[in-house]
């Protein structure tokens, strides 16, 4: 897995398959400044990661994974991970109340004798609805530092969960992972992941 995120960490182990957190190299870019196609910037991220990590190992399953969050759906302005408390207020405040939307591309590249194989690519979208927050609110939550690493300012799994109101979609993907998108592709490349048994 070409990702230190222990959230998904934590959710690939329920494949209960064998793997290893190698995490990419790459340098990110800097989030947009004009609107982008959502889909595509999640895919074109986790491809840039997922081959990162293929050039660096001889043999496996390489999964690139990238999360954003977008007010304007498809096409929009990623909400990327806050770099202070006040760009954290604002995607907040920007969130409060309304509908947006969670994408995730997700990237498997397959190694063969040290040769990356042709990527299998998804991507997937959840509307996430946020409750009305007030200042304190808002406060209260930043004071936890759990925003500063989360696209969007949140984790839906941690001290945000109150916050949501409602969601369509699959909740894994909020969370960074989507677990039943990621099994289809498995299964694609001919990956039995029900059969495996329990990561210690």
């Not at 897995?1 to 960490?9: C, E, F, L, N």
């Not at 840039?48 to 304007?72: F, N, Q």
């Not at 006040?86 to 995730?104: I, K, N």
């Not at 799994?157 to 894994?172: L, N």
Request: hydrophobic letters at 40%.
């Amino acid at each position: 897995m070409a990702s230190a995120s222990p959230r998904r960490r934590e959710l690939i182990a329920l494949l209960r398959l064998p793997f290893e957190v190698v995490p990419s190299h790459y340098q990110e870019p800097s989030s947009p400044t004009s609107p982008v196609s959502l889909p595509r910037f999640v895919v074109e991220l986790a491809t840039a990661k997922a081959h990162e990590v293929a050039h660096r190992i001889e043999e496996g399953l390489v999964l690139g994974a990238d999360t954003e969050v977008s007010l304007e759906g498809d096409v929009g302005l990623p909400l990327g991970k806050p770099a202070n408390p006040q760009e954290a207020t604002s995607m907040l405040h920007a969130l409060s109340g309304r509908t947006h939307y969670v994408y995730t591309g997700l990237v498997l590249v397959p190694v063969v004798d040290g040769s990356p194989q042709e990527p299998l690519q998804e991507v997937v979208c959840t509307r996430v609805r946020f409750r009305e927050l007030t200042d304190d609110m808002i406060a209260a939550y930043i004071a936890t530092s759990e925003p500063f690493d989360k696209a969007g300012a949140y984790g839906a799994q941690g001290y945000a969960a109150p916050y949501i109101e409602a969601i369509d979609g699959d909740f894994f993907n909020v969370v960074g992972l989507p677990l039943c998108t990621l099994g289809h592709m498995l299964e694609r490349l001919g990956v039995a992941w029900w059969r495996g048994t329990p990561q210690t």
